[in-house]
């Protein structure tokens, strides 16, 4: 992905999160279902059909996760796939912090990124450049290309728009994320991209013939354990190309012995 505001454990929401990713819109990709072809019938998420990773996702128990990358000038490729993190955390039992601790020797495998992995009680937050992971508190955050709660304007937007309206609908979140404004040139981050990518790129929704906005996601998980995913994919120049939603009790906890 690479726009995420989200709210944990605030107000009535366990996690509250709204999300875009931005990609080719030549790279082929499966809108998010239960991954049962794939072995996993209790995740669910959309599919990246290329490396076959995900950006965003959550199980029947609990367990979810979002990635995005980030965008710096002179940041090595990888030679995997990040998109396997989410989707290796998510078919996982371990901790949300065992998962991390086990990743950050290994993050120059990857390209830059940023990934939040979290259950039941804990949300845990990972930046590849720093590599150390950290619980977060409950709050209000926000992710975008840099690190978390870099004040990127589109980021700053999002997240204040998420907290006046985390009592709203999907519809009324949702639409949150498809925000085309394009940002003043003094208020852009220099990534190494060229200035007319940068101003593309400010938008929270960004439209456009080969490169764009695919999805548009709202994550809601109460603190009842009622989860709540909603997809919207888009083609190039923004057009709409459907939406899924799913809605679902997570499972019980296991019983102690």
Not at 91 to 112: K, N, W
Not at 202 to 224: K, N, P, Q, V
Request: with cysteine.
């Amino acid at each position: 992905m690479c726009l995420i505001a989200f709210a944990w454990q605030q107000a009535g929401h366990r996690l509250l999160l709204l999300g875009n990713r931005d990609e080719f819109h030549a790279r082929p990709t499966r809108p998010a279902a239960f991954w049962d072809e794939d072995g996993h019938p209790d995740l669910l998420a959309g599919q990246d059909l290329q490396a076959r990773g995900t950006w965003l996702g959550v199980t029947r128990s609990g367990r979810f996760a979002a990635l995005t990358n980030v965008r710096a000038s002179g940041m090595a490729v990888g030679t995997r796939s990040r998109g396997e993190l989410v989707a290796g955390f998510l078919a996982s039992s371990v901790s949300p912090q065992a998962y991390l601790e086990e990743l950050a020797p290994r993050c120059t495998e990857y390209g830059a990124f940023n990934l939040l992995v979290g259950d039941r009680d804990l949300l845990c937050y990972l930046n590849s450049r720093e590599a150390i992971p950290s619980a977060l508190a409950p709050g209000y955050y926000g992710l975008s290309n840099a690190s978390l709660d870099t004040a990127w304007p589109k980021l700053v937007a999002l997240r204040s728009g998420l907290q006046e309206a985390e009592q709203g609908s999907a519809e009324q979140l949702i639409a949150l994320l498809a925000d085309p404004q394009q940002y003043p040139d003094e208020q852009l981050p220099r990534t190494g991209v060229s200035q007319e990518w940068e101003r593309a790129l400010s938008a929270a929704f960004i439209i456009g013939e080969t490169y764009g906005t695919r999805a548009s996601s709202l994550l809601r998980i109460t603190e009842d354990e009622r989860i709540e995913f909603v997809e919207r994919s888009f083609g190039p120049n923004a057009t709409p190309l459907g939406e899924v939603r799913y809605e679902f009790q997570t499972e019980s906890r296991p019983q102690r012995p």
